[in-house]
């Protein structure tokens, strides 16, 4: 009987329990327990049959392999260090922290403790976004001049200790610079705030290395979720709605791409699994989402002071 991967828990909120659910349905993975200061998650310990601990150093006790930190951002160092000082390989969600310097001793630690270390940039495990970078890297769509992204919807009341540049914002952030394989360069941003005590709506506008473009619009305030992605260049454009999921390539007429109907998150806990097992590097490492916490600060600063912010 093959090994199974022991993995924990800390934060069981409405993503910790997403995390939860998929890890349960992991075959090679033995979930071993749930952390969270409320001690009414106990409720779903029970539910999976597994151990909850109120005190999440308690379950870094647990000879685990791996674990999942899904808690507020501004935690995210203080946990991710202690379970990387316990030599358990961490996926942390995004952002990877609420400073670069926190980002950073994040990252120096699990490489001198020589284990894992993946942050929840989900979007690059969307399978439209997969297909979406192989066209690129591909050059179905010839000199990509630029592209533009709209995430918008009503407020997550959950979310207080960020604006929306740096809980929405990042997610296009990163994967614009994961398809034109390059790092933002300077970027500019205004913003808002309307009901929220930090920004809740942005324009995000940003120059890559080698020149090209990216517009990101984001905010708290629209009644219906949008999640859209647009890709313009001198062969073929590209629209990608995140929701359906719908793919639409854009040439000599149009070519509606048949996306796979997988659930993103599970495949992102698949891949973080694969690295622990067989040593892999993770696609969504810590220095690329050092470098998108990076560009969100600067368009914070950049709306803060109103000018653009040289980000390399």
């Known amino acids: 009987m093959l090994k199974k991967i022991r993995v924990g ?9 997403n995390h939860i659910r998929n890890y349960a349905q992991i075959e090679k993975v033995q979930l071993v327990g749930i952390a969270d200061p409320d001690p009414q998650k106990a409720e779903l310990a029970k539910q999976y049959g597994v151990e909850f601990y ?6 870094l006790k647990k000879d685990l392999d791996a674990v999942s930190i899904v808690v507020p951002t501004t935690l995210h160092a203080q946990v991710a260090l202690d379970a990387i000082r316990s030599g358990i390989n961490v996926l942390v969600e995004k952002p990877i922290a609420d400073t670069v310097e926190n980002a950073e001793k994040i990252i120096s630690e699990a490489k001198s403790r020589n284990v894992k270390l993946m942050v929840g940039h989900i979007e690059r495990f969307n399978p439209a976004v ?5 066209l690129v890297d591909k050059g179905v769509f010839g000199d990509i001049v630029a592209m533009s992204a ?3 919807g009503p407020h997550n009341h959950r ?4 604006g929306i540049i740096i809980d929405l914002g990042i997610h296009d952030i990163d994967i ?14 205004t913003a808002g705030v309307a009901n929220h005590t930090k920004e809740d709506h942005a324009v995000i506008i940003m120059k890559f290395n080698n020149g090209h473009s990216g517009v990101i619009e984001t905010n708290w305030l629209t009644p219906h979720k949008i999640r859209e992605l647009t890709i313009t260049g001198t062969k073929a454009i590209a629209h990608l709605d995140y929701i359906k999921p719908d793919l639409v ?18 495949l992102e806990l698949e891949h973080f699994v694969d690295c622990v097992e067989n040593g892999n590097e993770p696609m969504a490492d810590g220095e690329s989402a050092l470098h998108a916490l990076k560009v969100a600060l600067a368009a914070v600063e950049s709306h803060n002071d109103v000018e653009a912010v040289q980000v390399l």
């Open 9 to 17: 828990v800390i934060g069981a909120g409405a993503m910790g329990q």
């Open 54 to 59: 109120t005190d999440y150093k308690e379950l």
């Open 130 to 134: 997969k297909e979406l970078k192989r």
């Open 150 to 152: 709209k995430r918008v």
């Open 159 to 162: 979310i207080r200790d960020v």
């Open 176 to 189: 614009m610079s994961y398809l034109y394989g390059e790092k933002v360069s300077k970027v500019y941003a």
């Open 249 to 266: 390539i854009y040439g000599n007429g149009h070519e509606i791409i048949k996306i796979e109907e997988k659930e993103p998150l599970r």
